[in-house]
């Protein structure tokens, strides 16, 4: 599915109004479309809409609501939602604001609005078409980020069945072979050969063998270096420490991570950006066999520490931990990694907000200036050093679960950090991946979080500029 704005022609012309501003904008209007306002009453409120038609009946003007500065801060991509669901046909805004934060809002929230999980049931297409804004690199860039927002949502919407630790692998191919990028995949005992043992584990119980997938791509040759590492846990049962059937029910999502790292892989590869690429996604599904890995059990990461297993529902973290440490083999200049991790980081932020870690005091400061910006709220938790205790179990180096239920984000991260071998400018995102209900360009089901702030941060914090 992609994303993409209307072509230049004959086009209803569409006036964006704030909240404080329809008085001015209905004494221009002919006296019956004034009247048709007025009867309507439209107040500008954040998302509301309303069609003038003309003498002959058919739509002359179209009024979308900016609301004001609260309640637009209340809600994201209100405006461009409204346009995307305004009568079928073409329109065209008459004056795109001049602040670019507001203009890529209202563009971004018409494109997402678009979206259509449509693969299992026939849905109406919009009818709405918005030409593109007359920069036209902002209307390219919008339709990149819009498209891979489309594909992150698309991976996470598809059920387990149809998005197994296989198909998230062809999913990967399909993206390398649309730009030219290299794609190699370690899978089944083939991980044990490749010294990838705790991926090994935690997929060996499902019937689609575990995988290692990894993707490179090379914008430039001396181009700064830049690792994805993401979750891709297809399906989560919790092990043989089950999960009760409520708690299993979005567990189709637990590959949120790697969504999200292909999502933004696409669009630095689209955007042909001047780096060097690589991204790293241990797919498993974590699965209830003979053959399951257990609670008690001790295992032996790639890079020698050794984990006991105190829950196997605390599984992404031990995936992951291979991942980064084949990443920092060869070190690059910003390691991410990318997880529906814990749910204790939903208890800290609720499900809207991304938390991150990172010991990069300008990596930190630098994402959430960019997260404002694009309207991708980020949050940093800190990497609590002193916490690094209740991670370590006695008989073994590190435990996956420690009890107490205290600092779950943060004790998860300080796992992960523990295989990154200190890397100065690792950046762990915990997200949630899901809009649990209808919202503004962001319809119940799958959901982009943290790339586009990161997107959006990479020249800063990778080129300084």
Request: charged share 20%; with cysteine.
């Amino acid at each position: 599915m992609t994303a993409k704005f209307a072509d230049e022609g004959a086009a209803v012309p569409l006036r964006l109004v704030p909240a404080d501003g329809v008085e001015a904008a209905t004494a221009v209007l002919p006296p019956v479309a004034a009247a048709w306002a007025g009867a309507h009453g439209f107040a500008g409120k954040a998302g509301e809409r309303l069609v003038l038609p003309g003498e002959d009946g058919n739509p002359a003007l179209a009024l979308i609501g900016t609301g004001d500065a609260a309640s637009r801060a209340r809600t994201r991509f209100a405006a461009g939602a409204a346009i995307a669901a305004l009568p079928k046909g073409r329109y065209a805004i008459e004056d795109w604001p001049q602040d670019r934060a507001e203009a890529e809002e209202i563009g971004l929230g018409y494109l997402f609005a678009r979206y259509r999980f449509d693969t299992y049931r026939k849905q109406s297409e919009p009818g709405a078409e918005l030409v593109a804004p007359p920069d036209a690199d902002m209307a390219a860039r919008l339709a990149r980020i819009a498209t891979s927002e489309y594909l992150t949502r698309r991976l996470i919407d598809t059920p387990a069945a149809d998005m197994g630790p296989d198909a998230l692998e062809q999913a990967a191919r399909d993206l390398a072979d649309a730009y030219g990028a290299g794609i190699e995949v370690t899978t089944g005992e083939e991980l044990l050969e490749a010294n990838l043992p705790m991926i090994h584990a935690v997929g060996r119980a499902a019937a689609t063998p575990p995988r290692l997938i990894e993707l490179t791509w090379t914008g430039a040759a001396d181009g700064p270096t830049l690792t994805l590492v993401g979750k891709g846990v297809c399906f989560d049962t919790g092990g043989l420490n089950l999960k009760p059937g409520a708690s299993m029910a979005l567990m189709k999502k637990d590959m949120g991570g790697a969504a999200n790292v292909l999502g933004l892989a696409r669009s630095i590869m689209d955007a042909g950006l001047k780096v060097r690429l690589r991204v790293l996604i241990p797919a498993v599904e974590n699965s209830v066999s003979g053959s399951s890995f257990r609670p008690g059990d001790i295992l032996t990461a790639r890079n020698g520490m050794t984990v006991e297993i105190n829950n196997t529902d605390a599984e992404g973290r031990l995936v992951l931990a291979d991942a980064l440490s084949l990443a920092v083999e060869t070190p690059p200049d910003l390691l991410v990694s990318m997880a529906t991790l814990t749910g204790a980081a939903r208890v800290a932020v609720g499900p809207d907000i991304a938390p991150f870690l990172t010991d990069d005091e300008a990596l930190a400061a630098s994402l959430a200036t960019a997260g404002r910006q694009v309207a991708d709220p980020v949050w940093r938790l800190p990497f609590h050093t002193p916490y690094e205790p209740m991670i370590e179990p006695g008989i073994a180096d590190l435990d996956n679960a420690p009890k107490g239920g205290m600092a779950g984000a943060i004790t998860a991260a300080l796992f992960l950090r523990r295989f990154t071998a200190d890397h100065p400018s690792y950046l762990h995102f915990d997200i949630f991946a899901w809009s649990q209900s209808n919202a503004p360009g962001r319809p119940k089901g799958g959901l982009g979080q943290g790339g586009r702030a990161l997107l959006e941060a990479l020249p800063e914090v990778l080129w300084k500029t």
